[in-house]
T-cell receptor, first 113, second 116 residues
Framework: AQSVTQLDSQVPVFEEAPVELRCNYSSSVSVYLFWYVQYPNQGLQLLLKYLSGSTLVKGINGFEAEFNKSQTSFHLRKPSVHISDTAEYFCAVSLEYGNKLVFGAGTILRVKS | AAGVIQSPRHLIKEKRETATLKCYPIPRHDTVYWYQQGPGQDPQFLISFYEKMQSDKGSIPDRFSAQQFSDYHSELNMSSLELGDSALYFC???????????????FGPGTRLTVT
């Protein structure tokens, strides 16, 4: 069965600083990879996804992620964060089209002024 | 653009009562997924339906049941509610792969269930 590990439960960072949220997955087969953001008391919004092709994926709000098959990682990055990026970020995997999502435990990004 | 609709948005029930959560997927989406997110936890997959048939089952208690109707909306029925059922319940939908659209699960805003 596949699993997802988000290595940091909380990441504090100052505004305009770069940030990286780490995600590692475990699966014996190819997977689809996703990053979702959840603002307080709201639903899940897709930031970006990797299905195939280029390993560098660009998403909304200036976020990007790089798929590294050898390290089974899919780290999320943003070169300059804003206060409004404060939220919880979930990494998720899916085995195939139409399959359930398996989420990591989430990383709370706290952007300080 | 149309999104996934969930109702009600908030629900308060007492222990041992029943609850029904509804999900209306994006038009032309034929797959519906249900997830449960407990306080401070990540979303956990409960069950999914494809073309009105159950397609996958996760950690869904026997007290819960769900179905997808002919118009593709889905309902999650929860009986003998327990305090531990208090959570945010998400519904998501996705489109058929044959349409050539990139795979993505679109999430609804969730139903917050509080069991007292």
């Amino acid at each position: 069965a596949q699993s997802v590990t988000q290595l940091d439960s909380q990441v504090p960072v100052f505004e305009e600083a770069p940030v990286e949220l780490r995600c590692n997955y475990s699966s014996s087969v190819s997977v689809y990879l996703f990053w979702y953001v959840q603002y307080p008391n709201q639903g899940l919004q897709l930031l970006l996804k990797y299905l195939s092709g280029s390993t560098l994926v660009k998403g909304i709000n200036g976020f990007e992620a790089e798929f590294n098959k050898s390290q089974t990682s899919f780290h999320l990055r943003k070169p300059s964060v804003h206060i409004s990026d404060t939220a919880e970020y979930f990494c998720a995997v899916s085995l195939e089209y139409g399959n359930k999502l398996v989420f990591g435990a989430g990383t709370i990004l706290r952007v300080k002024s | 653009a149309a999104g996934v609709i969930q109702s009600p948005r908030h629900l308060i029930k007492e222990k041992r009562e029943t609850a029904t959560l509804k999900c209306y997927p994006i038009p032309r989406h034929d797959t519906v997924y249900w997830y449960q997110q407990g306080p401070g936890q990540d979303p956990q997959f409960l069950i999914s339906f494809y073309e009105k048939m159950q397609s996958d089952k996760g950690s869904i208690p026997d007290r819960f049941s769900a179905q997808q109707f002919s118009d593709y909306h889905s309902e999650l029925n929860m009986s003998s509610l327990e305090l531990g059922d208090s959570a945010l319940y998400f519904c998501a939908s996705s489109s058929p792969p044959l349409r050539g659209e990139p795979y993505e699960q679109y999430f609804g805003p969730g139903t917050r269930l509080t069991v007292t």
